[in-house]
């Protein structure tokens, strides 16, 4: 059974950073695409980040720039680097892994598997 954990969630200043973790179990990053998704509260899960199974990256405009996401060294983790983080930012953080085609990475219907999603706040 495939479960995924995001961790790192908390609040920060406006201009602070935040790593996310996505820690997968039943299963490794090997074979999937991970993206990164967040819902904010009254709106919908949006796309934030992706990254194909080559490494190859994909961000939003809003996030390009500012967020990293990275796989780990272990082969079940992969991380969302988020600095320069704004009050827009907040949200709850979600990652979710798939065998997704290039144009339907920012579809979260095409994703397989979910995590129950972290907190990100960011206020001063």
């Known amino acids: 059974q495939v479960q995924l954990v995001e961790s790192g969630g908390g609040l920060v200043q406006p201009g602070g950073s935040l790593r996310l973790s996505c820690e997968a179990s039943?299963?490794?990053?090997?074979?999937?695409?991970v993206g990164w998704f967040r819902q904010a509260p009254g709106k919908e899960r949006e796309f934030v980040a992706h990254?194909?199974?080559?490494?190859?990256?994909y961000y939003a405009d809003s996030v390009k720039g500012r967020f990293t996401v990275s796989r780990g060294n272990v082969r079940n983790i992969v991380y969302l680097q988020m600095n320069t983080l704004k009050i827009e930012d907040t949200a709850v953080y979600y990652c979710?892994?798939?065998?997704?085609?290039?144009?339907?990475?920012?579809?979260?219907?095409?994703?397989?598997?979910w995590g129950q999603g972290t907190q990100v706040t960011v206020s001063s």
């Open positions: 039943g299963t490794t990053f090997n074979d999937y695409s």
């Open positions: 990254i194909r199974t080559t490494s190859q990256t």
């Open positions: 979710a892994c798939g065998r997704t085609i290039l144009s339907a990475i920012r579809n979260p219907d095409v994703y397989y598997y």
